[in-house]
């Protein structure tokens, strides 16, 4: 049985896996996988067939791009997530959030004071990440989510 570090489906039933070599495969369905020629990649993201992201070790961020995974004109990147719409988050090494704006390339967006390691989206710019200023040994702190101009920090969630 073959080994993979981690799995992603996308809202038209597309699915990617990245297996322990870090290469990105897809599955074509009847049990048949295809390997995609690419760098080692830690982490995918798929919204659809057109619209995968992966990050590369040095978290670089790659689109495929018809095939193989081409780098899009930006990085590094610590953590992407992209929506079943196909609208695409990142956060760096510094947290920093950034927004994948198409022609526009990536825009910085207000983090409203989180230092955020990690981003979660949903459809039409449901943005939300959690500040980290305590670091991972002083826990989770409180939750921001983009409100469409800022990131703002959401007191009573969980």
């Known amino acids: 049985m073959a080994m993979y570090r981690m799995a992603a489906n996308g809202n ?4 990617w896996a990245l297996n322990a070599a870090q290469q990105a495969l897809r599955y074509l ?23 995968i992201y992966g990050l590369g070790p040095a978290g670089d961020l790659y689109r495929l791009v018809d095939t193989p995974l081409q780098p899009v004109p930006w990085g590094p990147i610590w953590h992407a997530a992209v929506a ?3 609208g695409v988050w990142g956060v760096d090494d510094h947290g920093n959030i950034f927004q994948w704006a198409n022609k526009d390339g990536w825009q910085l967006r207000p983090n409203g004071g989180a230092n955020a390691l990690f981003i979660a989206v ?27 101009t800022a990131f703002a920090r959401v007191d009573g969630a969980p």
């Not at 038209?12 to 699915?15: T, V």
């Open 84 to 86: 079943s719409d196909g």
């Open 12 to 15: 038209d039933g597309s699915f």
């Open 122 to 148: 949903g459809n039409g710019g449901d943005a939300w990440t959690i500040d980290n200023t305590s670091g991972w040994w002083g826990g989770p702190g409180a939750p921001y989510r983009w409100n469409g």
């Open 29 to 51: 369905g009847n049990g048949a996988i295809q390997p995609e020629t690419s760098q080692a990649i830690t982490c995918i993201a798929v919204a659809n067939v057109d619209t």
